[in-house]
T-cell receptor, first 112, second 113 residues
Framework: GDSVTQMEGPVTLSEEAFLTINCTYT??????LFWYVQYPGEGLQLLLK?????DKGSNKGFEATYRKETTSFHLEKGSVQVSDSAVYFC???????????FGKGTRLHILP | GAGVSQSPRYKVAKRGQDVALRCDPI?????LFWYQQALGQGPEFLTY????????KSGLPSDRFFAERPEGSVSTLKIQRTQQEDSAVYLC???????????FGPGTRLTVL
């Protein structure tokens, strides 16, 4: 079945460092891909999404490109801030199937 | 309210008790989803409603889990004869239509002793 694999955390970086969180997926169809974020004490929020190959999703300085050839959707940010500390989930939703399949999450700590 | 709300936010149950978890979706949202998030894991799909119709319940882990949405708005997830392995955060999400962004509630943290 469909699945998502993302790098395990926690990931600890200094403020202004470059961030990459790797994510790969397995799907039988042509899924939409997502990154969700869960800030401390808050609910899940959609960070960005891409619905077809080569699409780039972006929001709040974060970017991820839908790579069909490598089945990947890596999350990147050029300069992280302390406020980016959160748990990040890579996820997919297959066409015709509304449920979202999540990875296990990557906890990110940004040090001032 | 502007977002998805869930109640209670925290629930402690003794093993064997029945519990009911409530979800109030965003007004007018057709689709409603329930997910289970174990500690340190990503959310896992439980069930999906479109209006009052339960279109997919493939993720419900056992027949002790039951969900309903009788009027196509508020939904209740019921767990009968709770077990320790049911301890998790239960998330509800709603969406305007199929393939739209799902908006998540804050979750109900269930602890079974």
């Amino acid at each position: 079945g469909d699945s998502v694999t993302q790098m395990e955390g926690p990931v600890t970086l200094s403020e202004e460092a470059f961030l990459t969180i790797n994510c790969t997926y397995t799907a039988t169809g042509y899924p939409s891909l997502f990154w969700y974020v869960q800030y401390p004490g808050e609910g899940l929020q959609l960070l960005l999404k891409a619905t077809k190959a080569d699409d780039k999703g972006s929001n709040k300085g974060f970017e991820a490109t839908y790579r069909k050839e490598t089945t990947s959707f890596h999350l990147e940010k050029g300069s992280v801030q302390v406020s980016d500390s959160a748990v990040y989930f890579c996820a997919l939703s297959d066409r015709g199937d509304d449920k979202i399949i999540f990875g296990k999450g990557t906890r990110l700590h940004i040090l001032p | 309210g502007a977002g998805v709300s869930q109640s209670p936010r925290y629930k402690v149950a003794k093993r064997g008790q029945d519990v009911a978890l409530r979800c109030d979706p965003i007004s007018g949202h057709v689709s409603l989803f329930w997910y289970q998030q174990a500690l340190g894991q990503g959310p896992e799909f439980l069930t999906y409603f479109q209006n009052e119709a339960q279109l997919d319940k493939s993720g419900l882990p056992s027949d002790r889990f039951f969900a309903e949405r009788p009027e196509g708005s508020v939904s209740t997830l019921k767990i009968q004869r709770t077990q320790q392995e049911d301890s998790a955060v239960y998330l509800c999400a709603s969406a305007g239509t199929s393939y739209n962004e799902q908006f998540f509630g804050p979750g109900t943290r269930l602890t079974v002793l």
